[in-house]
């Protein structure tokens, strides 16, 4: 049972005589909700269910005696490949299962914005080296947000990731920091491909995709956005998105400052 949801918003006796509508549209929203849960549930599906129809289509495949060396390594590394996206997929279920009806984070401490940036950026090359995507980061030092230091990471990691992957050869990303007032703004911002606006509705839902064919061939599991607004929703801050396609895409995060001194 979702405790979040009241059927009824007042007693009994300080309903007023309209409060069957109000049950009413409950119903609506229970039901709104049940279709969600079945849509996520067969989406989850179906995202286990690719790999695993590779991985044992590779595995017939290598059975049989006769394939060439070529062919086998090939085999293995589709195998490679499927493994590794049912562990991201799987990964970022459980991370968004444990932020997504989260009220507060009780292991939170200052931590520092520019050294979480930097630490992405590290991960990310990889992503980058086959499109020859630069990263730049000019970050103010003192910022400090208060937030669990790995997912301060999947947050930012997330963002910079897809600026890397949805990049041109050759494109760039540009990160910066900055304080305003008591807010720390995270701005990652890339050369790449854009979004259309009629897709800035969705953009933040769990699968959902630009380009389903491509974004899988790049390797995501749909869920990294869905990801970083909750997170986000978690820490009290806010994110935005402004985007041309073709020119490329910029996403900024504001989140509340956390005083400096309560590092532990
Ligand atoms: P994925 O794992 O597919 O990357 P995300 O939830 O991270 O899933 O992103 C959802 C979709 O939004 C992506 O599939 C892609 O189509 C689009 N997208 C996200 N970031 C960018 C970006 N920086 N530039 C262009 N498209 C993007």
């Avoid at 229970?30 to 989406?43: A, D, G, L, T, Y």
């Avoid at 599906?45 to 049989?64: A, N, V």
């Avoid at 950026?121 to 970050?139: C, F, P, T, W, Y």
């Avoid at 953009?203 to 956005?225: A, N, W």
């Amino acid at each position: 049972e979702d405790k979040r949801y009241t059927v009824y918003a007042a007693p009994m006796e300080a309903r007023p005589t309209g409060s069957a509508l109000v049950v009413l549209s409950d119903v609506t929203r229970m039901r709104k909700m049940e279709q969600m849960r079945s849509e996520f549930v067969s989406n989850v599906t179906h995202e286990l269910k690719t790999p695993l129809t590779s991985i044992r289509g590779s595995i017939e495949l290598l059975k049989s005696a006769d394939r060439d060396e070529e062919t086998r390594r090939y085999f293995y590394d589709v195998l490679d490949i499927e493994t590794d996206r049912l562990t991201h997929l799987i990964d970022d279920l459980l991370v968004l299962s444990q932020i997504e009806n989260a009220k507060d984070d009780p292991s939170m401490r200052p931590c520092n914005v520019k050294e979480a940036l930097e630490a992405c950026v590290e991960r990310a090359k990889s992503l980058g080296q086959e499109n020859h995507v630069r990263m730049h980061i000019d970050a103010d030092p003192e910022l400090y947000v208060a937030c669990t230091p790995t997912r301060l990471q999947q947050l930012f990691g997330n963002l910079i990731d897809n600026a890397v992957k949805y990049n041109v050869k050759d494109g760039s990303v540009f990160i910066t920091a900055q304080r305003q007032r008591q807010t720390a703004v995270v701005r990652v911002k890339d050369t790449g491909i854009g979004i259309a606006k009629e897709h800035f509705p969705r953009l933040f839902e769990r699968f959902y995709r630009v380009d389903t064919s491509r974004s899988r061939e790049i390797g995501g599991t749909g869920l990294g956005l869905s990801i970083v607004k909750h997170l986000v929703a978690l820490y009290g801050g806010e994110i935005g998105v402004e985007s041309e396609p073709g020119k490329g895409t910029a996403f900024t995060i504001c989140l509340p400052l956390a005083p400096k001194e309560k590092e532990k």
